[in-house]
């Protein structure tokens, strides 16, 4: 049984919509199904009725809701006390951070205020994936700062908001990039030839809405998964979207 199936089935019982609940968990509506299905299954008995709107729970889920909350709650707790034994005494501060921005964005940012940052021992982290999973690794006192954009897909469930603060650091400009070559040679009125990130990767989420309100201007051509390789097809001569930090942006 995988603990995250309680913590949707808490979702589900408080939202009474799949749909709305997958959007709360960040995970796509099928996915989500098949995680209470799989509980369900786990348990033995059906826990919701999907006949009804909005969505109840059965008799059998009635029973069984005290238990996960009571559970969720008591996990909750002891992994709080736990923390609290384990808090850095070094002055060690814990980031959880997207790979690109430890990358491309961190290393400038911490030598603009080298000064405020003295005395600190930094520790990035860019190993935990998934959005639940950033924001429970500061509700569970794993990380102190989460770096994340200010997007749809970024936030955290409407469930948790509110045990967060935010602080805007900078904005960045999602600009068209190509080879000055391919600018020159390219026909008028015909789609540019367009390299996509695969959807799978978090850019694709970036990029894909500005994508689809110009989808008659371009022709997807290729896509991967790696920024370096579209970062390289660009520089040979086709059209991408990028943030401005890329080195790409300069051609």
């Known amino acids: 049984m995988d603990f995250k199936w309680l913590e949707d089935f808490v979702c589900l019982m408080d939202l009474g919509n799949f749909g709305a609940a997958a959007k709360a968990r960040h995970v796509t509506q099928s996915a989500f199904s098949r995680r209470i299905q799989a509980l369900e299954l786990w348990v033995g008995v059906p826990l919701f009725d999907r006949t009804s709107y909005p969505i109840t729970l059965t008799e059998p889920g009635?029973?069984?809701?005290?238990?996960?909350?009571?559970?969720?709650?008591?996990?909750?707790?002891?992994?709080?006390?736990?923390?609290?034994?384990?808090?850095?005494?070094?002055?060690?501060?814990?980031?959880?951070?997207?790979?690109?921005?430890?990358?491309?964005?961190?290393?400038?940012?911490?030598?603009?205020?080298?000064?405020?940052?003295?005395?600190?021992?930094?520790?990035?982290?860019?190993?935990?994936?998934?959005?639940?999973?950033?924001?429970?690794?500061?509700?569970?006192?794993?990380?102190?700062?989460?770096?994340?954009?200010?997007?749809?897909?970024?936030?955290?469930?409407?469930?948790?908001?509110?045990?967060?603060?935010?602080?805007?650091v900078l904005k960045e400009d999602i600009i068209p990039v190509a080879a000055p070559a391919l600018l020159a040679s390219h026909p008028h009125n015909q789609p540019f030839p367009y390299l996509a990130y695969s959807e799978q990767t978090f850019l694709h989420n970036v990029v894909f809405p500005l994508v689809k309100e110009r989808k008659q201007m371009l022709n997807q051509v290729y896509e991967s998964t790696l920024t370096e390789a579209v970062i390289q097809m660009a520089v040979q001569g086709w059209v991408s979207l990028g943030r401005r930090v890329m080195p790409c942006a300069e051609n």
């Open 62 to 168: 009635k029973k069984f809701a005290p238990y996960v909350e009571t559970l969720l709650s008591q996990v909750s707790v002891t992994k709080a006390d736990f923390a609290d034994v384990s808090l850095q005494k070094d002055n060690t501060v814990r980031i959880v951070s997207l790979h690109s921005f430890a990358v491309n964005l961190m290393p400038s940012f911490f030598q603009q205020g080298k000064a405020d940052f003295d005395g600190l021992n930094i520790v990035m982290n860019t190993s935990i994936q998934g959005v639940d999973n950033h924001f429970q690794a500061i509700l569970e006192n794993t990380s102190d700062i989460l770096l994340a954009y200010n997007m749809q897909a970024m936030r955290p469930s409407l469930l948790i908001e509110d045990k967060f603060d935010k602080l805007l």
